[in-house]
């Protein structure tokens, strides 16, 4: 059974940092897609970040140059640093991964940036 853990979320204060990470069982992860996504309240989803399985980056416009994504194969592991965190940054956040024909997601982890 495939599964994705997000973790490492929480409670920021503006201007902190935060980094989460999302750890892939159950399938083969280096062949595949991940990026991280999240659900702000009232908004749509917005694509926070992306890397291909040959470890291109791409992020949203909201969070360049604030927000790396990277990942370890040998962990299965993706991982998501925020920094100069603001309240427009509080969501829902969440992992996927895809390739294959196959397209996973985590429940996510909740992050709260306060003023």
């Known amino acids: 059974q495939v599964q994705l853990v997000e973790s490492g979320g929480g409670l920021v204060q503006a201007g902190g940092s935060l980094r989460l990470s999302c750890a892939v069982s159950?399938?083969?992860?280096?062949?595949?897609?991940v990026g991280w996504y999240r659900q702000r309240p009232g908004k749509l989803r917005d694509v926070v970040a992306t890397m291909t399985s040959g470890g291109k980056a791409a992020y949203g416009d909201s969070v360049k140059g604030r927000f790396t994504i990277s990942r370890d194969s040998a962990k299965n592991t993706v991982y998501l640093q925020m920094s100069s965190l603001t309240p427009k940054d509080t969501a829902n956040y969440y992992c996927r991964m895809t390739g294959n024909g196959s397209d996973y997601r985590g429940q996510g982890t909740q992050v709260t940036v306060s003023s």
């Open positions: 159950g399938t083969i992860f280096s062949d595949k897609a």
